[in-house]
T-cell receptor
């Protein structure tokens, strides 16, 4: 069964700092990868997704993620965070050919101080 | 706004009781997914329905059941509630159930508190 690990459970940054959140998955075949964000009191929203092609994926709000197949990783990055990026971030993996149900990581809580 | 609606937003009940959570998917979406989010377990997939039929099951307890109606809205029934069932329950929808269609859109959630 596929699994997803998000190593950083809590991250605290100051505005303008750079962000990188780690996501590793365990599945040897083709995968679809997602990052979702959950702002305080709101529902999960899709930040970006990778299905195929360019492993560097750009999403909304200046976020990007890089798929490194050899490392089974899909890390989320943002060069300069803002206070409004304070949220919970979830990595999700889906393996085509399976049940098509994404497996979510435990989430990373990001707090950005102004 | 994702287009997925859930009611009620908050639910407070006692142990042993039964509750029903409701979800209306985005217009045109045939798949509905239910998730439970708790502090210690993270986001856990419970069950998926596609066009009225159960398609996949996750970590759903036998005390929980769901169904999807002809108008595609879905209900999650939780019975014999325990304190540990207190959580945020999310519904998500997607167009279909194949790989090209598994981008999910989440509703605002129902916060269930069992006292």
């Amino acid at each position: 069964a596929q699994s997803v690990s998000q190593h950083n459970h809590h991250v605290i940054l100051s505005e303008a700092a750079s962000l990188e959140l780690g996501c590793n998955y365990s599945y040897g075949g083709t995968v679809n990868l997602f990052w979702y964000v959950q702002y305080p009191g709101q529902h999960l929203q899709l930040l970006l997704k990778y299905f195929s092609g360019d492993p560097l994926v750009k999403g909304i709000k200046g976020f990007e993620a890089e798929f490194i197949k050899s490392k089974f990783s899909f890390n989320l990055r943002k060069p300069s965070v803002q206070w409004s990026d304070t949220a919970e971030y979830f990595c999700a993996v889906n393996a085509p050919g399976g049940s098509y149900i994404p497996t979510f990581g435990r989430g990373t809580s990001l707090i950005v101080h102004p | 706004d994702s287009g997925v609606t859930q009611t009620p937003k908050h639910l407070i009940t006692a142990t042993g009781q039964r509750v029903t959570l409701r979800c209306s998917p985005r217009s045109g979406d045939l798949s509905v997914y239910w998730y439970q989010q708790s502090l210690d377990q993270g986001l856990q997939f419970l069950i998926q329905y596609y066009n009225g039929e159960e398609r996949a099951k996750g970590n759903i307890l036998e005390r929980f059941s769901a169904q999807q109606f002809p108008d595609l809205h879905s209900e999650l029934n939780l019975s014999s509630l325990e304190l540990g069932d207190s959580a945020l329950y999310f519904c998500a929808s997607s167009v279909g159930t194949g790989v090209s269609y598994n981008e999910q859109f989440f509703g605002p959630g129902t916060r269930l508190t069992v006292l």
